[in-house]
């Protein structure tokens, strides 16, 4: 069956620096777009970075652009994003997803399927 699991979460300073994998098990994922949204207590799930199948085109929500980077390694069927700078306000739970085209990330429509979360907080 289809599975996601996320690590690298943690706790860091403001201003600091973390980098999420996930490694996919269970389908092709060289077929699909994958990306990572977070969830914070009491907001909205949000669609934080998405990248195409090959890597060649990605997606970064306009709260994270310029600090996160996505990336793939199909051959591992791992997917990461690096995150620098953060900020307070990038606490949350971060979940690996497949994402069909990446229109779950910029529509903010339902994922296909996802990991169990890793909780990242940003605080000093």
């Known amino acids: 069956q289809v599975q996601l699991v996320e690590s690298g979460g943690g706790l860091v300073q403001p201003g600091g620096s973390l980098r999420l994998s996930c490694v996919a098990s269970g389908f092709t994922m060289d077929y699909w777009a994958m990306g990572w949204f977070r969830q914070a207590p009491g907001k909205e799930r949000e669609g934080v970075s998405c990248?195409?199948?090959?890597?060649?085109?990605?997606y970064y929500a306009d709260s994270v652009k310029g600090r996160f980077t996505i990336s793939r390694d199909n051959a591992k069927n791992m997917v990461y994003l690096q995150m620098n700078s953060l900020k307070p306000e990038d606490t949350a739970v971060y979940y690996c997803a497949r994402d069909w085209n990446c229109i779950a990330t910029t529509h903010n429509t339902e994922y296909d399927a996802w990991g169990q979360g890793t909780q990242v907080t940003v605080s000093s």
């Open positions: 990248i195409g199948t090959t890597g060649g085109s990605t």
